[in-house]
C-alpha cells in the first residue's frame, strides 16, 4: 500500500485558486493511477479529477471540468490538483488517491482505489 500525503488546502474566497500538493511514495509508485477525490457528509467518497500511470489520460468530474486541472511528476512522485475559480459549493476535505489497477479513462475514474491520504480542507467563503 502506498503512503500519500496531501497539502495546499487553505481558506479562500470565491473566484480564487489554490493547488493541492500530494506527495506519493511506497512500492510501484510510478506505475499506479492517482486521483482527488472528495466526501460530501453522509456520502463516499467521489473522483473529482484522476490521472492515470503514465499521465496521457485523466477525468474530470462534471462539476469542476474547465476549473481545475490535475497532473503528476513522475521523476518526484507528485499529483497536483490546480484549481481555479472556486466556488462555496467546492469546499470539503479533498482527498489524494492511488490505484494499482490503473482504473482510469478519460470518462471514469474508479471509486475503489485502493491507497488513501488523509485529506486537506479548501474552504471556500466570502
Known amino acids: 500500500q502506498l503512503q500519500l500525503v496531501e497539502s495546499g488546502g487553505a481558506f479562500v474566497q470565491p473566484g480564487g485558486s489554490l493547488r493541492l500538493s500530494c506527495a506519493a511514495s511506497?512500492?510501484?509508485?510510478?506505475?499506479?493511477?492517482l486521483g482527488w477525490f472528495r466526501r460530501p457528509p453522509g456520502r463516499s467518497r467521489v473522483p473529482i479529477s484522476c490521472?492515470?500511470?503514465?499521465?496521457?489520460?485523466?477525468f474530470y468530474a462534471d462539476s469542476v471540468k474547465g476549473r481545475f486541472t490535475i497532473s503528476r511528476d513522475h521523476l518526484n512522485h507528485m499529483v497536483y490538483l490546480q484549481m481555479n475559480n472556486l466556488q462555496p459549493e467546492d469546499t470539503d476535505i479533498y482527498y489524494c488517491?492511488?490505484?494499482?489497477?490503473?482504473?482510469?479513462?478519460?470518462?471514469?475514474?474508479?471509486?475503489?482505489?485502493?491507497?488513501w491520504g488523509s485529506g486537506t480542507q479548501v474552504t471556500v467563503s466570502s
Open positions: 511506497g512500492p510501484s509508485v510510478e506505475n499506479v493511477a
Open positions: 490521472i492515470n500511470n503514465n499521465g496521457d489520460t485523466v
Open positions: 488517491a492511488a490505484d494499482q489497477e490503473n482504473r482510469v479513462s478519460d470518462r471514469f475514474c474508479s471509486r475503489l482505489f485502493d491507497s
